[in-house]
């Protein structure tokens, strides 16, 4: 039996999907941890070209249980078009395949809803927020006002919880926003239209996941986003609302004393950063938009544009410490092909200060890049799938990388299919 976790180092969109597609060959059951529906990861396998954004990316295995933990925000309403989606192209999904956590705490319609009306609020202050009612989401199921999938299985329990929770929240809707208030009609409606659909999935998933681990069963931990995403240790405020770290996968999960044997953490080649807050390597104008065409870097959720910029060897070694990695997978390095030189952020400065460590919030937009630039090698390298393949100085950029980060690459992608992958 073994436990891994597959996380991000850096702002997210690092190819955490695909590299749970191909390392769920391996485990028996696939867990999400954390985060609701704002985030996407994208799998391309012998099925098609999928955008996952609650699916545990276990679920085009056929003998892989996935589960959703009681640490993710179940949205519903995106769970169930997104289950409608994978099945239409041929993908099973049963009670057997995909299990819900009775106590993941369900995302309800005015939580999207809070989520645009804040943005709007706070205007060219924004957040950046995806608008799918994350941040009110976790921020009320700490305040213990929002109910349980499990109460789907209790209607009388249920209604009663709710009509205490609806009261409450249309005080802020109405008065704070001078929003419309929900009514009890409205939320039986909803739960007649998605939580029936959801609930023949809910079940004790602690239950099931301790007794797979009795049985000897290898469990796959997947995060969505990364660390520089995480509410305590990411770019507050301009961070997630829950932990993508790997130490909080075990209470996310259900399996709260479960000890993790791997940490692979997924860094891409170079940056990318959707939304808002501080990202020190970005690059603006022509060359950004090159990156980004060769990237493809475009939201997996939202099509938005990403930022992009080179690989922040300031930012990638503090998420490195943040997750305890121990193996990690370089992704699209293939995508820098293009380049001539690879460029490089090798350090920060700040306050006219050369610096190695990944500063403080608050300070983190006064910081500057310094970079460096290493041999590019200006050929197709796509196709390349052993060490050896890769010319010598794609080679001498992923050891300069392993060298400055400080940890083991133990995989390199060289393009989005299962196979495209280098074993080192
Ligand atoms: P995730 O949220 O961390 O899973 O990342 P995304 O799905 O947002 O972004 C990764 C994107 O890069 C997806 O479109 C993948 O298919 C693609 N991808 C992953 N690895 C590689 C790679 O090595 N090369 C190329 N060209 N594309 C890749």
């Known amino acids: 039996m073994s436990n891994c976790a597959i996380v991000g180092i ?13 390392l769920t060959c391996d485990y028996d059951v696939v867990v999400r941890y954390q985060g609701g529906g704002n985030a996407g990861h994208t799998v391309v396998n012998e099925l098609g070209k999928f955008a996952l954004h609650l699916l545990p990316s276990g679920i085009f295995r056929k003998d892989v249980a996935n589960v959703l ?32 956590s009775d106590r993941a705490s369900l995302l309800l319609p005015w939580h999207r809803e809070l989520d645009g009306l804040e943005e709007a609020r706070l205007a060219d202050k924004k957040y950046g927020s995806t608008k799918q009612g994350i941040a009110p989401f976790y921020s009320d199921k700490f305040q213990k006002k929002t109910v349980m ?23 802020t809707l109405e008065k704070v926003y001078g929003a419309k208030p929900y009514t009890m009609d409205d939320l039986k409606a ?3 239209n998605y939580g029936e659909k959801i609930k023949p999935f809910v079940c004790d998933t602690g239950a099931f996941l301790r007794q797979a681990v009795s049985d000897g069963k290898n469990v796959l931990f997947e995060a969505q ?10 770019i507050y405020p301009y961070t997630t609302s829950s932990n993508p770290i790997a130490a909080y996968a075990p209470v996310g999960s259900g399996l709260p004393t479960a ?46 544009p990403r930022r992009v910029g080179p690989i922040d ?16 997978a370089l992704t699209k390095l ?6 001539d030189k690879i460029p490089v952020c090798a350090h920060y400065t700040l306050n006219g200060q050369q610096t190695d460590d990944f500063p403080f919030p608050a300070v983190l937009p006064d910081a500057k890049p310094v970079v460096e630039y290493l041999d590019g090698w200006n050929c197709d390298i796509s196709g390349a799938r052993k060490w050896e393949d890769l010319p010598a100085a794609a080679r001498k950029y992923v050891e300069y990388v392993e060298a400055q980060i400080g940890c083991r690459i133990t995989y390199v992608s060289v393009g989005p299919e299962r196979d495209a992958i280098i074993l080192r």
């Open 10 to 22: 850096n702002w997210g969109d690092e190819g955490k999907g695909r590299m749970v597609d191909l």
């Open 259 to 304: 000890r993790l044997d791997k940490i692979v953490g997924v860094v891409k080649a170079y940056s990318s950063c959707v939304g808002e807050g501080p990202f020190t390597c970005e690059w603006f104008g022509g060359e950004a938009e090159k990156l980004r065409e060769a990237g493809g870097e475009y939201g997996a959720k939202t099509g938005r």
């Open 225 to 234: 986003l990364g660390s520089l995403r995480d509410l305590d240790y990411g």
């Open 190 to 192: 909803w739960v007649a």
């Open 149 to 171: 999938a499990g109460e789907l299985l209790y209607p009388d329990k249920l209604w009663e919880h709710l009509s205490g929770i609806l009261e409450w929240k249309n005080l």
């Open 69 to 100: 933990g009681n640490g993710v925000a179940l949205d519903c309403e995106s769970l169930w078009t997104e289950m409608e989606d994978v099945r239409s192209k041929g993908v099973s999904i049963t009670p057997e395949n995909l299990k819900i």
């Open 334 to 339: 293939d995508v820098l092909s293009y380049l």
């Open 313 to 328: 060897i300031v930012a990638t070694r503090y998420g490195i410490q943040c997750q305890g990695a121990t193996d990690i």
